[in-house]
């Protein structure tokens, strides 16, 4: 590959990164690569290889290395790798650390930090001559920051001084380590990555927002020798702690970036209000003015100066070129590639301004754990990026044509792609229910249902095009309404959330229940695929008979016990032999806050007013949280999954367990409960003993404890003073994101 590939300027690039951090936390090191599984996957460099990126941010971390016990094998493992990567005409820069405070025995405040990472970057160069992109240390700022200003990592300081103690031996351990590297390979490039955001205040925080905004270009100042000027405004502040001699060595022996990696998130830029009482209290802290709010801004009226702004502003101070090295939005699918684009765009429209824009890069290709508590605790938390890890293999999201697309010099036309993103479209006036055909709606059959309606309002939060239909549109029992009604809203998508639901009434309505839930739902998918539109309906795991000893996956024969259950279960079977771009859910036992018609609110009914509440204590089933389903369906129909698919909510227990959790969630008396056998609960329909659901495809759906907790907090009724500041904050972000 020519040299110039990676920095050419008349192109932009598309890069790739694989979410890699070794961080510490007390004396836990938590290693993405090893939570993501990609330590054992070489195949995963051919999938990145597959969306045509031209560079590839890789971790060859200094902690790995120096704690591994058989170092000459982990070089190994990196010699397979970069070779692969070679091969597959990818150009890898390679990260020393990420997020980390080095290998135990040393840590961000040790004087042999910049040395022992400089005897690393000699190691690797040595090993790779070849590799001419490095990027030492990633984010020294944002590291210093949440290691010894905040304590959120170790060694977990929390004063100014062993912050920018900790800034300045990670600025030196860059400059040394591009000098070993420098020796070796006298071309290599130094890409310095930071998180740029701007501040807004208050005018009565005013000087905490204008020293944030002097602190946010420390890194890149320090590497540029800035420092050393009398008139930067942060030196003299530097000069009382005691670092002026190691500014005048960096103003000596500047180590200036080849390319400034910038790398910006939703939440880069923030908003100091001293109106603390207006935001929750995990936002709350102090600054020499008095109490502080830390906010987003993009949440803001202001919305903050964005992306765009940030690398203007990083543009006229510096005039390096830039790559936008991290582009990720923890969110939902369709807003995950509206942020995407809306990078890919701003980097466009820049650079025929003139700013000199190389690359953007497509970050967290694997996904991402626990960076909602900010890596501090280890629950697993999972969000996906181009590829989705909860199945046997990696599964491409809707991201990965859309990045093959990028790359290949075209426009991604996704529907989803339509709207604005959320933090552009928040302030405008909510989407409300229509019949009337918008650019490539998706389709909701059922307007009268549960089901339905959960679906419109998902899509009205999450800027969907839709329409909600009724049997006055489209009736299941009429297959001319449904080309009709095809061809009038010309749908991407169909989502049939219509049907027989009254599972005891169908042993007396057999004909009934078997047409409206098989014959009108093959009728509607048959249409469908004559028109080439995706198509969604739901099953149930009432289709089992419920001997298993185990949860039931996809690849599981049926065996249904009642009338509902076989008018099911025939769908099921024949739209699987059918194929085309067909997906069925198959799901179980729904219960939801915003529908009253559903066994986990009956029970809160009950308890609430004293009554005693029978449940059936030897039937297991999954209870299936409806916001939870709704969100996963929508991110699987984005991504135009087809086939058989379990959705539940992870986890199964007996309807009597089910409602003696749901009593403890919200405080009410669970010895009201008469766990009662199924025999004795008067249904006419049989239901399976054993029918909880899992998936061989992916366990995308969130636990059941959680939607249990969800379940609690959104219920009305429920006291303001039991929810505290940190669920408040977190169904503030749910409701922005779904």
């Not at 310095?192 to 100042?221: C, I, K, V, Y």
């Not at 909860?390 to 426009?411: D, F, Q, V």
């Not at 080309?483 to 998508?493: C, I, K, S, T, V």
């Not at 309807?655 to 009662?676: H, K, M, N, S, V």
Request: some cysteine; glycine content about 8%; charged content about 20%.
């Amino acid at each position: 590959m020519p040299l110039t590939d990676i920095l050419s300027p008349d192109t932009l690039a598309l890069w790739g990164g694989a979410e890699c951090t070794i961080n510490r936390v007390g004396d836990r090191f938590l290693d993405q690569s090893v939570l993501s599984g990609h330590v054992g996957r070489p195949d995963d460099l051919a999938l990145f290889a597959g969306l045509g990126l031209s560079a590839l941010r890789y971790p060859l971390l200094w902690e790995s290395f120096a704690q591994a016990h058989d170092p000459e094998r982990l070089w190994s493992w990196h010699d397979e790798r970069l070779t692969r990567l070679r091969t597959l005409g990818i150009r890898p820069i390679l990260g020393l650390i990420h997020h980390g405070s080095g290998p135990r025995g040393t840590d961000l405040l040790s004087a042999d930090f910049a040395s022992g990472l400089a005897a690393h970057a000699g190691a690797a160069a040595r090993r790779y001559p070849w590799v001419e992109d490095w990027t030492p240390v990633n984010e020294p700022l944002t590291t210093a920051r949440f290691s010894a200003l905040y304590g959120h990592w170790y060694p977990h300081a929390r004063d100014e001084h062993s912050f920018w103690q900790a800034l300045l031996n990670q600025v030196e351990g860059t400059r040394a380590a591009m000098h070993a590297i420098r020796a070796i390979i006298p071309r290599a490039r130094l890409i310095q990555t930071e998180d740029l955001g701007h501040t807004a205040s208050t005018p009565e925080r005013a000087d905490q927002a204008g020293f944030d905004n002097m602190r946010r270009w420390a890194s890149w100042d320090l590497l540029t020798g800035r420092f050393f000027d009398e008139a930067h405004p942060l030196r003299q502040r530097l000069v009382t702690m005691g670092f002026e001699e190691r500014l005048h060595d960096f103003a000596a022996a500047p180590a200036v970036p080849d390319l400034l990696g910038l790398n910006h998130y939703l939440t880069s830029d923030r908003f100091l209000d001293h109106h603390i009482d207006l935001h929750p209290a995990t936002s709350h802290g102090h600054c020499p003015a008095g109490p502080v709010a830390d906010i987003e801004a993009v949440r803001t009226p202001g919305g903050g100066q964005g992306l765009e702004g940030a690398l203007r502003t990083c543009w006229e101070r510096y005039g390096i070129p830039i790559a936008i090295t991290e582009v990720h939005n923890g969110c939902t699918r369709e807003e995950q590639m509206r942020w995407l684009l809306e990078a890919w765009d701003i980097a466009e429209r820049l650079r025929s301004e003139g700013i000199d824009i190389r690359a953007v890069t497509a970050w967290s290709l694997l996904g991402a754990f626990d960076w909602d508590s900010l890596l501090t605790r280890d629950d697993n938390h999972y969000e996906s990026g181009i590829f989705d890890l909860r199945g046997r293999t990696p599964r491409e999201t809707a991201l990965a044509p859309m990045l093959r697309t990028l790359a290949a010099g075209g426009r991604p036309d996704h529907p989803v792609l339509k709207s604005l993103g959320w933090w552009r479209d928040h302030q405008q006036a909510p989407r409300v229910p229509t019949t009337k055909a918008t650019h490539s709606p998706i389709m909701i059959v059922g307007a009268t249902g549960t089901l339905g309606n959960a679906f419109a309002g998902a899509c009205r939060l999450r800027g969907i095009d839709y329409v909600l239909t009724g049997r006055e549109i489209l009736d299941l029992r009429d297959p001319a309404s449904m080309d009709l009604a095809l061809g009038q809203m010309r749908p991407w998508a169909v989502i049939n959330c219509a049907g027989w639901v009254r599972v005891d009434e169908a042993e007396g309505n057999a004909d009934a229940c078997i047409v409206a839930n098989m014959v009108g739902n093959l009728a509607l998918a048959d249409a469908c695929r004559r028109h080439g539109i995706h198509y969604t309906c739901f099953s149930s795991d009432l289709v089992f008979d419920g001997t298993a000893t185990r949860p039931y996956v996809e690849g599981d024969a049926t065996g249904p016990l009642s009338v509902y259950g076989r008018s099911k279960a025939g769908s099921d079977d024949i739209l699987q032999d059918r194929g085309g771009r067909t997906l069925v859910i198959r799901t179980a036992s729904f219960f939801s806050p915003f529908d009253r018609h559903n066994f986990a609110v009956h029970a809160v009914e009950a308890l609430r007013s004293g009554q005693r509440f029978r449940a059936a204590s030897d039937c297991v089933t999954s209870p299936t949280y409806v916001p939870d389903l709704v969100r996963a369906t929508l991110d699987l129909i984005i991504d135009d999954e087809v086939g058989l698919w379990h959705l539940v909510s992870e986890g199964a227990l007996s309807w009597a367990d089910f409602a003696e959790q749901i009593a403890d969630a919200l405080g009410l008396p669970a010895g009201l409960i008469d766990r009662q056998p199924a025999s004795a609960m008067g249904w006419s329909a049989r239901r399976p003993a054993y029918a909880p659901l899992a998936s061989v495809r992916g366990s995308i759906m969130p636990t059941l404890a959680s939607a249990i907790e969800k379940f609690a907090r959104e219920l009305p009724g429920v006291p303001a003073g039991s929810r505290d500041a940190r669920n408040d904050r977190a169904l503030e972000v749910d409701m922005e994101c779904a």
